[in-house]
């Protein structure tokens, strides 16, 4: 299996535009989240999914929407990119006691 | 979820064992210690978990004292791959939601 996949793996976009982080995953795991990661600072949570259907915020939400219409898709939609959103984006799935990080989305909004 | 405090970095000698401290005074009794790590540009990687017991897997060793208050992770043979920012985290899973609260953690140097 593939474990946890994301694309795109860079992205480059203007203030404004808007665009989806792809994340999926073929281990038929219950808990989904997104991640990001800026310079010197630790992973924050955004948002997550304990399964399909069932989405919640997690530490910095705002201006990032989520679905979970299937198991294996846990899509990260940006309507309006800022500067702010620059960052490293990680999609992570598991179980209730581990979860497995997928290899990274790097976003430069300019 | 109890807060954790992890030494800001340390060096190990290639060969050597790794031991990485972690104190969670806060812990409580239903909460799990965690240890994930993240090599540079790549997604944070989980390396093993425990409750009470000491526990190990191929990658590491986890010996958590008798009142669950710190903890050590134990790499018994470290390479120059395993240099990596080392994360402890502390969470219970009665409610899990499958989120991981991230620290600072551990900035390992393994030096040749």
């Known amino acids: 299996n593939a474990g946890v996949t994301q694309t795109p793996k860079f992205q480059v976009l203007k203030t404004g535009q808007s665009m989806t982080l792809q994340c999926a995953q073929d281990?038929?795991?219950?808990?989904m989240s997104w991640y990001r990661q800026d310079p010197g600072m630790g992973l924050r949570l955004i948002h997550y999914s304990v399964g399909a259907g069932i989405t919640d915020q997690g530490e910095v939400p705002n201006g990032y929407n989520v679905s979970r219409s299937t198991t294996e898709d846990f899509p990260l939609r940006l309507l309006s990119a800022a500067p702010s959103q620059t960052s490293v984006y990680f999609c992570a799935s598991g179980t209730r006691e581990t979860q497995y990080f997928g290899p990274g989305t790097r976003l430069l909004v300019l | 979820d109890a807060k954790t405090t992890q030494p800001p970095s340390m060096d190990c000698a290639e060969g050597r064992a790794a031991n990485l401290p972690c104190n969670h005074s806060t812990i409580s009794g239903n909460e799990y210690v965690y240890w994930y790590r993240q090599i540079h540009s790549q997604g944070p990687q989980y390396i093993i978990h425990g409750l009470k017991n000491n526990e190990t897997n191929e990658m590491a060793s986890l010996i958590i004292t008798e009142d669950r208050k710190s903890s050590t992770l134990i790499l018994p043979h470290a390479t120059l791959r395993d240099t990596a920012v080392y994360y402890c985290?502390?969470?219970?899973?009665?409610?899990?939601?499958?989120?991981?609260?991230f620290g600072q953690g551990t900035t390992l140097q393994v030096k040749p």
């Open positions: 281990m038929n795991h219950e808990y």
């Open positions: 985290i502390v969470r219970g899973l009665t409610s899990n939601t499958g989120k991981l609260i």
